[in-house]
């Protein structure tokens, strides 16, 4: 047996004796969670992102090498409001340590720990190296302790937009952008060398929302008022003195004496901590009840086939075919009564958006359709939540809207000259050579380009229209590409309702006949793959490659595929496309 064969047969074998051994101590593990201390503090760890769905169960075996591991929005938000209602948690503690989850599922884990609250139970907060979002969150705790020589990373809100052309002009690259909606900003980045008057106008317009939510914020957790905050921001951010002198935090200690703390406060001798990751995994007998799907849409939509990052097992890529069979597979399921489609997409293809809410409205012909908005649902994100007599649930920090379109033409003629490169080109047909490389558009072929995108626009406007049961012409009016908060949307109609879950599960319940009080079973789909389906269906060298990859190159590896398959799809494609990650710092 050649050493290679050998080599390939050692590496697989231990790929499996590892799998079954971590495996096997996650199981025992579970085991040993099944019940928990008589008073135990559920410490729910802030920091990262939170994930809206799973797509493997990789990081479930790899549980109890990373305390308690991943758990998703929906299970750690129920794991509080289902710690609020047992004996055994006898507190909640938020450690926060630079949460990244996003504006909206900030606002869903707040109004989890709103309701924990409710229970007349503690929630204190230890601030490590704690930021704008986590002490958005924490400031609704009954006590706020931040560590020594430490810092609160608090003050006002940021946005950078980075611009490319004069780069492009130095390398010899053209670029054309055709659009349609004056607020259709994101092809501005490479056609620019600074924002247009009215991105500006939009920008400013969403810090003043996402400020004035968050001041509100901090106000309802902390008292005082929004000016109090207003003008105390201007302050920060803050180091520990600072921040106890100001009234950020009620003390300064570190962990242990954090802890100590909160055991005399509850008359404990030594509080077990369980994770809110491990708490919600925690074996439960079987709800009854109906059943009702979550179906998440995540990622940049493309058409094919949904991608997911196999070292993370996140969602990265929502292809129209996967997700088209997913739903085609809930809407012949009897057993299913109803379905919430949560979005997490900026948007993407318009082929595939069209596809999509094809799929959406098949699906609602036959039972209950609820839309729920996560951090983001805008330009194809919106379009496929377009679907006729379906409620549309956003949070009040909700990214939305962006109904417009656009493409952009790049001409790297003067590049390939730089490097050495020529092309001869030869057609037969009028527009044959619209989507060369190697010129600008002609007169006519910009025409023509601008023709079909006003074309896909127009569409856009009708299925929004169709949706919302008014007409293009009302549509238009909030259109043009312009992003909304969800709290904006809500007012001009773009959205029904304001909320998270419970909000998306009640209108269900309603519209399939089921008693607001009767319990139901949530179903989580796309359905979650083995640990070996997801490193083997992508091939033996590849599958090995991605698992051992670090997390920041895998993002990076996916940056920059989705960048290669927006530049394919525009060779002749327009996007539905939202101006980029809204990012607030």
């Known amino acids: 047996m050649s050493s290679f064969v050998k080599g390939m047969l050692v590496g697989i074998l231990s790929m499996f004796v590892f799998v079954a051994a971590v495996g096997t101590v996650a199981f025992f593990a579970s085991r040993g969670e099944s019940r928990i201390p008589s008073e135990t503090a559920l410490v729910l760890h802030l920091r990262g992102g939170i994930p809206e769905h ?40 938020l450690r926060c340590d630079g949460s990244s989850a996003g504006w909206a599922k900030a606002q869903e884990v707040r109004w989890a720990i709103e309701a924990f609250k409710e229970s007349g139970k503690p929630v204190w907060a230890f601030l490590e190296i704690a930021g704008r979002e986590d002490y958005y969150i924490a400031s609704l705790a009954d006590r706020i302790v931040i560590q020594p020589e430490s810092f609160l990373e608090l003050s006002g809100l940021r946005m950078e937009v980075m611009f490319f052309k004069s780069a492009l002009d130095k390398l010899g690259v053209g670029t054309e952008l055709i659009r349609t909606g004056k607020y259709k900003s994101a092809g501005e980045p490479f056609s620019r060398n600074e924002m247009s008057p009215e991105w500006r106008e939009v920008l400013n317009e969403t810090l003043d929302e996402f400020y004035s939510q968050l001041l ?24 520990t003195a600072d921040a106890h002198r100001h009234g950020l935090v009620d003390d300064v200690l570190d962990e242990a004496g954090f ?14 901590r369980m994770s809110a990751a491990s708490y919600a995994r925690r074996p439960r007998r079987a709800g009854g009840g109906e059943k009702i799907a979550f179906m998440h849409a995540i990622g940049t939509i493309m058409s094919g086939s949904s991608s997911t990052d196999p070292f993370s097992g996140y969602p990265s890529v929502l292809g129209s075919r996967t997700f088209n069979s997913h739903l085609e597979d809930l809407r012949e399921d009897e057993s299913i009564s109803g379905v919430i489609l949560r979005i997490d997409s900026p948007g993407g293809d318009a082929i595939a958006s069209e596809q999509m809410l094809r799929a959406v409205r098949r699906l609602s012909d036959e039972k209950p359709v609820v839309v729920s908005m996560s951090n983001v649902a805008a330009s194809g994100g919106y379009y496929i939540a377009s679907a006729p007599e379906v409620p549309i649930v956003a949070y009040p920090g909700t990214y939305t809207g962006s109904i417009g379109v656009f493409t952009i033409h790049m001409n790297l003629r003067e590049l390939y000259g730089k490097l050495g490169i020529s092309k001869e080109i030869l057609t037969r047909g009028r527009f044959a050579g619209m989507y060369t490389d190697y010129r600008p558009l002609t007169a006519d072929e910009r025409a023509k380009v601008r023709g079909y995108v006003d074309s896909i626009y127009e569409t856009f406007l009708k299925r929004v229209s169709e949706g919302r049961g008014t007409d293009p012409e009302s549509v ?10 969800g709290s904006q949307a809500s007012e001009n109609g773009l959205v029904d309702e304001l909320g998270g879950f419970r909000v998306a599960i009640d209108l269900v319940k309603q519209a399939a006949a089921i008693d607001e009080e009767a319990p139901v079973r949530i179903l989580s789909y796309p359905p979650r793959r083995s640990l070996l389906d997801t490193l083997f269906s992508r091939g033996r060298r590849a599958a090995f490659a991605q698992f051992f990859d670090s997390p920041a190159f895998s993002e990076a590896r996916r940056d920059w595929t989705e960048v290669m398959a927006w530049a394919d799809r525009l060779r002749g494609g327009a996007m539905y496309m939202a101006p980029y990650t809204l990012k607030v710092d």
């Open 259 to 272: 802890f100590e703390e909160l055991d005399t406060a509850l008359g404990a001798d030594d509080l077990h």
């Open 476 to 485: 238009r009016e909030l259109a043009e590409g312009r992003v909304w908060i």
């Open 54 to 93: 799973i797509d493997t169960e990789m990081p479930g075996f790899l549980s109890v090498m990373a305390d308690g591991g991943s758990v998703t929005l929906f299970g750690m938000t129920q794991a509080v409001r289902r710690a609020a209602e047992d004996d055994s948690v006898k507190a909640l503690v």
């Open 216 to 239: 509100e914020g901090l106000a309802e957790g902390r008292g005082q008022d929004s000016e109090h905050w207003r003008a105390l921001l201007d302050e920060g951010p803050f180091d």
